[in-house]
């Protein structure tokens, strides 16, 4: 039965939240049963221990991926009394995380309703844009067709737009460092983890892959019992790719401006327009797959309350490849100007609730990540290939030391004459 109180009848006599005991509960269930062990890094990070702290359940919660081959696995699933669910009880946890290590904390409760919050402050967002460069904006100029380099900052002066921007965006970077502060001493990450490339390597290489997204792999979970095909990996590398692709375009455009005193628009040809036109493509294929292939997911395991947060990323991110890609080809009309407006909007409104939306999840996903590499490493030895057992690799078989063979006087083997000896026999 679930768990409506701190109370629990887990490791951990109490807990912060109800979703937490609960948690407890089905760590404790799965620990004894230990039958899911290769399925993803979850469950081998759990055999490490043997009592779950809030700390504990955290880091076990962003380590899951929601692949829900556990689910499907598990003999104490709904309707069996043990009512084992792991991947709803995981993703309920995962999303109070998110509120617990926000900063500053009295905008914790921007997570409660995520979706109103983000569709608030983006619509405020672009409409202060919209009015505010029709307002101070002149018409023929908002109005007009502007081309030749220079075109946008004749709408809005680059050095406004350079200073707002950037103090959205530093702000959300700090605000997320707090709370990965938090989240790393929380799940007790040791500092000097931090310090070894290769555990941040192993890392990087496993959430750029989405290694654990499959659920381990042919053979862990058959297809019959998979409600619908799930092509979640796919629309998360093209959304997550698309992504960089336009941060590296943006990068590349702000060299060109402050080094080689190269301004926008650019022709097509140039990398920003093609990095740009590339991650917008991927931005767009991603949510929309996004958005249906968690329409399609199985409802079960679904947490309650998260759907309209993971949405509202969804569309914000949405939002930016649309109009990214609208005023790249319409920015030879008249359009332009409010295009313009409308874009800048959806990314300051981006920016603005980066650290409040659902993309804090793969900053603790990775976090998460480093610190299974260390433990990992630490029991098992590294994984070199998903090929391997994902989580519980065996160690690989020492090769056997090169002993020379002892001559005897005259060149021969003592294994040789031993053999002569006993044919005399």
């Known amino acids: 039965m679930l768990a409506t109180s701190t109370a629990t009848a887990g490791t951990t006599p109490d807990h912060a939240t109800a979703s937490l005991a609960e948690a407890d509960r089905l760590m404790t269930v799965c620990n004894s049963c230990r039958y899911c062990e290769g399925l993803c890094a979850v469950f081998p990070a759990m055999e490490l221990r043997r009592a779950f702290g809030d700390g504990d359940l955290n880091y076990l919660a962003n380590l899951c991926h929601s692949c829900g081959a556990c689910f499907y696995d598990c003999q104490f699933a709904p309707p069996h009394a043990f009512d084992v669910n792991v991947p709803k009880v995981l993703a309920e946890v995962r999303n109070d995380s998110y509120a ?16 109103t919050a983000v569709a608030l402050l983006t619509a405020l967002s672009v409409a202060a844009f919209l009015f505010g460069l029709m307002a101070f904006a002149d018409p023929g100029v908002m109005f007009g067709i ?3 380099p220079g075109a946008f900052y004749r709408i809005m002066p680059h050095h ?30 040791p500092r000097e983890t931090l310090h070894r490339p290769a555990f941040l390597w192993d890392a990087m290489r496993d959430a750029g892959r989405l290694r654990y997204l499959d659920g381990g792999g042919p053979g862990c979970m058959n297809d019959s019992e998979k409600t619908v095909r799930d092509h979640r990996r ?3 590398h093209l959304t997550f790719y698309g992504f960089l692709l336009c941060l590296a375009s943006t990068s590349i455009a702000t ?3 402050y080094v080689v005193g190269h301004e926008a628009p650019y022709a097509w040809y140039d990398l920003p327009v093609v990095l740009g036109t590339l991650g917008g493509i991927g931005l767009v294929i991603g949510p929309i797959g996004l958005l249906r292939a968690r329409a399609e997911r199985d409802p079960t395991m679904r947490a309650p309350g998260g759907r309209g947060m993971e949405n509202a990323f969804t ?3 949405l939002a930016l490849g ?3 890609l609208a005023l790249l080809l319409l920015r030879g009309t008249p359009a332009m100007g409010t295009l313009l407006a409308i874009h800048l909007g959806a990314v300051f409104g981006f920016f603005v609730t980066m650290p409040y939306s659902k993309f804090v999840h793969g900053i603790y996903r990775y976090a998460a990540l480093v610190r ?13 290939s998903a090929k391997r057992a994902l989580a519980n690799p065996d160690p690989a078989p020492r090769a056997k030391a090169h002993r020379p063979r002892r001559r005897l006087p005259g060149g021969r083997s003592r294994a040789g004459v031993e053999q002569q000896q006993g044919r005399k026999q």
């Open 100 to 115: 617990h290590y926000a900063w500053p904390g009295f905008l914790q409760p921007l997570f409660r309703r995520n979706g």
């Open 146 to 148: 502007q081309t030749g």
């Open 160 to 189: 406004t737009m350079a200073l707002l921007f950037g103090i959205a965006f530093l702000y959300a970077l700090l605000a997320m460092a707090f709370g990965l502060r938090a989240f790393w001493r929380d799940i007790g990450g």
């Open 234 to 236: 796919v629309y998360h």
């Open 255 to 257: 060299v060109y401006h």
């Open 315 to 317: 569309l914000m991110l």
């Open 322 to 324: 649309v109009t990214g």
């Open 372 to 384: 299974y590499a260390r433990e990992r490493y630490a029991f098992h030895g590294r994984s070199p």
